[in-house]
């Protein structure tokens, strides 16, 4: 009797311990001290028994791209670049600003040669119009350099689902993703279950990620929409974001593991969206 109560125990012991090694991505980190931030996080992340790959940005907060210094930028652009290449588990974001015209263009292009699978922008905080024609030509560029576009959808602006639905309408051969799912305004999103009906209208082609919106609905009254939203939307098109260092990892796991999703959903929201999307590694 002695021997498989021991097993039992060293089973249970070992259980956490397994779980904690599930692979995880982060997909919305920002790294406002560079380096320096980037220890906080992953001493943060340790003690919470958490290893993501982590996509990372050097901008947001009280890091802006702002219009009309495209080398700034680029500079930027390439100190993220560089900390990811000597940590593995980094994806580095990079950014421009879509009114820095042809010099946005250009530098979509040297970063996507560079082999950056990611581009942010932020048209609250870098103040521009996301129906703009010169966002059209920089997230286009974007999709022909094989970059996915991530963009704020924290419906903080007005019409901000309305303009990104129709910006990705119009690029249908860019790949974006829209990080917080719309926030309070994520029940919009439950349209793309009827726009896939109309032929040729959608080309799947929009991803979200539920950073900090999946901290204000778990547990809320809203819990149930939010997880019908998800799976209107579609569980293989989203991906999870903790938003640091405004949330942690540690928060943003634990709320989504309070939705009640299946075990196959929350290991495609994890990590498999992530790893089919953006070429990660098992």
């Known amino acids: ?4 109560a021991l097993a039992s125990l060293a089973l249970l012991l070992l259980a956490p311990a397994a ?3 599930e692979p995880l991505f982060d997909n919305h980190v920002h790294l406002w001290k560079g380096a320096e931030s980037l220890r906080e996080y992953r001493a943060q992340s340790k003690a ?3 290893d993501p ?3 990372v940005m050097w901008f947001g ?3 802006q791209a702002r219009e009309g210094n495209p080398d700034a930028i680029r500079a930027s652009n390439d100190a993220i670049i560089a900390l990811a290449k000597a940590n593995p588990k980094l994806v580095p974001v990079a950014t421009v600003h879509p009114y820095d015209g042809d010099a946005a263009i250009a530098e979509v292009r040297r970063v996507g040669a560079a082999g950056v699978k990611l581009l942010k922008i932020h048209a609250h905080t870098q103040k521009f119009d996301n129906a703009d024609p010169r966002v059209l030509a920089v ?3 974007a999709g022909e350099a094989g970059v996915v576009v991530l963009m704020d959808n924290a419906s903080i602006l007005p019409g901000d689902n309305e303009k990104l639905f129709n910006l990705a309408l119009s690029a249908p051969k860019t790949r974006f993703i829209f990080a917080h799912m719309g926030a309070m305004g994520f029940r ?4 793309l279950k009827a726009a896939r009906t109309a032929e040729g209208l959608f080309g799947e082609n929009i991803y979200f990620d539920i950073s900090a919106t999946v901290t204000l609905t778990a547990d809320s009254p809203i819990e149930d929409e939010f997880v019908w939203t998800m799976r209107n939307v579609g569980i293989d098109h989203i991906l999870l974001g903790s938003d640091y260092p405004q949330f942690s990892l540690k928060q943003t796991v634990e709320a989504l593991e309070k939705l009640g999703l299946t075990a196959e959903e929350l290991a495609k929201i994890r990590y498999g969206n992530a790893r089919k999307l953006l070429g990660l590694k098992d």
């Open 1 to 4: 009797m002695k021997r498989p």
């Open 61 to 63: 907060g009280p890091n």
């Open 139 to 141: 997230v286009r560029a």
């Open 188 to 191: 919009f999103w439950n349209m």
């Open 53 to 55: 790959v982590a996509a």
């Open 19 to 21: 779980a904690a090694q």
């Open 48 to 50: 919470a028994g958490l």
